[in-house]
């Protein structure tokens, strides 16, 4: 397994996003691969919703997901006993190395040297494949866009299609150097090779590891969505199915999972529904022919509950990893998924990775972006991208000791030289003389103003000092 080991993201130092930026807009096949998949996915995006009333599904989804957040702790509890009643164990993460211990423990107690994987962010999160290929556990992962990235030793480019950033001769000659098959511009050649590889190990995993979409507290049912039908071998081929989820994902009742369903696959992949809908609701029973012995839930935290605590941050728990956000991005689709260097690339990964990564390492997530607001009116669940960002950028430069930090690394991005200026600047407009005679000072000598002030004037003109203060000019006036 070693030649599909995962490059973890570790590698990657989040605070070079500018030089990946620069070199990704130079880069013409990084952006005919991006601009083609997403004008793609917001057409089909669009025609998946004509003839709906797209405002009120989206208040809909959006009051869903705040009655949710609003009785989350006691829907987790909820959640707990109804999937206990149903035989499934469930395990709490602090982290990512408390839920990577986990899926550890539970793998060495059935003495499992492999797992097969089904999509799941919050897995590439804790850096799952890369934490068992060290404790010597094999993990494949077997969504055709992830089997891509793997067998390239990189990360998903995008949420919902990790390999986005590819062409399909790319692909091709990656599967002929890595796994022997023919080169092919043929997506079907190239798709049943993938699948015949993918079956031997489904076959003979010991573990299957997958995601959840929505985890329903009412009846203790973890509803998994997807198109190949992976996600389905991956929860009941192997003896032992691990489902890692964030804690967010619960939904109070089965019938909000209808209208999140209708928001996130119009959304994802214009589609009106995925091929295959997967409810888990615990182990193979006595009188079945199939499923696992064992079925987990690992319910991982790993920052949101300090996210939680912010009642203006909390809107980014809402969030249903559709990947909308992203495909209508001017800057995603620009830069591509990998030039953030983070786990949740895009519009919701600048919001999300601050709070998972901290602020002074995750420092230009929350600027990278125009603020064009394209995010906030795609999202589903109707989540204030932009409001965040601002807010984030707020976190950065806000180093004041006099307000709490919400977010980790809070004032990461101030200068010592602004935060001087700045200080300087509210001292005098507290004191009228002061503020007179520093006007007065600065109209007298603005020649000695510096042309350039640091990155403000990378991209724009320094403004000019007036030659007259406005005392003057009003006193001019007469008045
Ligand atoms: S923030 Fe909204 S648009 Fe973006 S992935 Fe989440 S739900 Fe989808």
């Known amino acids: 397994m070693s030649e599909t080991a995962q490059q973890s993201p570790h590698h990657i130092d989040v605070k070079e996003f500018h030089p990946r930026a620069q070199a990704a807009i130079h880069n013409p096949k990084i952006r005919q691969n991006f601009r083609k998949a997403m004008d793609g996915l917001m057409t089909k995006r669009k025609s998946a919703f004509e003839g709906w009333d797209l405002e009120t599904l989206r208040d809909l989804g959006a009051n869903i997901r705040l009655r949710a957040l609003a009785n989350l702790p006691?829907?987790?509890?909820?959640?707990?006993?109804?999937?206990?009643?149903?035989?499934?164990?469930?395990?709490?993460?602090?982290?990512?190395?408390?839920?990577?211990?986990?899926?550890?423990?539970?793998?060495?107690?059935?003495?499992?040297?492999?797992?097969?994987?089904?999509?799941?962010?919050?897995?590439?999160?804790?850096?799952?494949?890369?934490?068992?290929?060290?404790?010597?556990?094999?993990?494949?992962?077997?969504?055709?866009?992830?089997?891509?990235?793997?067998?390239?030793?990189?990360?998903?480019?995008?949420?919902?299609?990790?390999?986005?950033?590819?062409?399909?001769?790319?692909?091709?000659?990656?599967?002929?150097?890595?796994?022997?098959?023919?080169?092919?511009?043929?997506?079907?050649?190239?798709?049943?090779?993938?699948?015949?590889?993918?079956?031997?190990?489904?076959?003979?995993a010991d573990v299957g590891v997958s995601g959840v979409n929505f985890a329903v507290a009412e009846t203790g049912t973890l509803c998994l969505v997807e198109n190949e039908g992976n996600g389905r071998m991956t929860t009941t081929v192997p003896p032992c199915h691990i489902a890692v989820t964030g804690i967010e994902k619960v939904v109070p009742n089965l019938e909000d999972v209808?209208?999140?369903?209708?928001?996130?696959?119009?959304?994802?992949?214009?589609?009106?529904?995925?091929?295959?809908?997967?409810?888990?609701?615990?182990?193979?029973?006595?009188?079945?022919?199939?499923?696992p012995e064992e079925v987990h839930l690992v319910l991982v935290d790993n920052g949101r509950s300090s996210i939680y605590q912010d009642n203006e941050l909390l809107d980014t728990l809402r969030c249903i990893r559709c990947g909308a956000c992203m495909n209508h991005c001017p800057v995603y689709t620009r830069v591509g998924g990998h030039t953030y260097g983070t786990t949740y690339p895009g519009p919701i990964g600048k919001i999300l990775m601050p709070h998972l990564i901290g602020l002074d390492e995750g420092r230009h997530l929350p600027t990278a972006s125009s603020l064009c607001g394209a995010c906030g009116e795609v999202c589903p669940v109707k989540i204030p991208i932009p409001d965040l960002l601002v807010r984030l950028r707020q976190e950065s430069v806000d180093g004041d000791k006099l307000h709490p930090a919400k977010v980790n690394g809070h004032g990461a991005k101030r200068g010592a030289m602004e935060a001087m200026v700045w200080k300087g600047w509210s001292w005098m407009h507290a004191r009228p003389g002061a503020y007179r005679f520093g006007t007065n000072m600065a109209a007298r000598?603005?020649?000695?103003?510096?042309?350039?002030?640091?990155?403000?004037?990378?991209?724009?003109?320094?403004?000019?000092?007036?030659?007259?203060?406005?005392?003057?000019r009003m006193k001019e006036r007469g008045q």
């Open 445 to 472: 000598f603005r020649k000695l103003q510096p042309g350039k002030i640091g990155g403000w004037t990378q991209f724009r003109t320094a403004p000019k000092l007036a030659s007259k203060t406005l005392h003057e």
């Open 258 to 291: 209808t209208a999140l369903m209708a928001l996130l696959t119009r959304s994802a992949t214009g589609q009106h529904i995925t091929t295959y809908f997967n409810m888990i609701s615990g182990p193979r029973k006595p009188d079945e022919m199939d499923g």
């Open 74 to 204: 006691d829907l987790l509890e909820q959640l707990e006993q109804k999937l206990t009643e149903n035989g499934i164990k469930v395990h709490w993460a602090v982290d990512s190395d408390d839920a990577c211990q986990i899926v550890r423990d539970i793998c060495v107690a059935r003495d499992a040297k492999s797992v097969i994987k089904g999509k799941s962010m919050v897995s590439e999160e804790m850096e799952l494949n890369h934490y068992l290929e060290e404790q010597g556990i094999t993990a494949l992962e077997s969504d055709l866009g992830e089997y891509i990235v793997q067998l390239a030793g990189e990360t998903p480019s995008h949420i919902i299609m990790p390999a986005i950033h590819k062409n399909t001769g790319e692909i091709s000659e990656l599967m002929h150097e890595k796994t022997g098959t023919d080169l092919s511009h043929d997506v079907e050649y190239l798709t049943t090779a993938a699948r015949l590889q993918l079956r031997e190990k489904f076959m003979n």
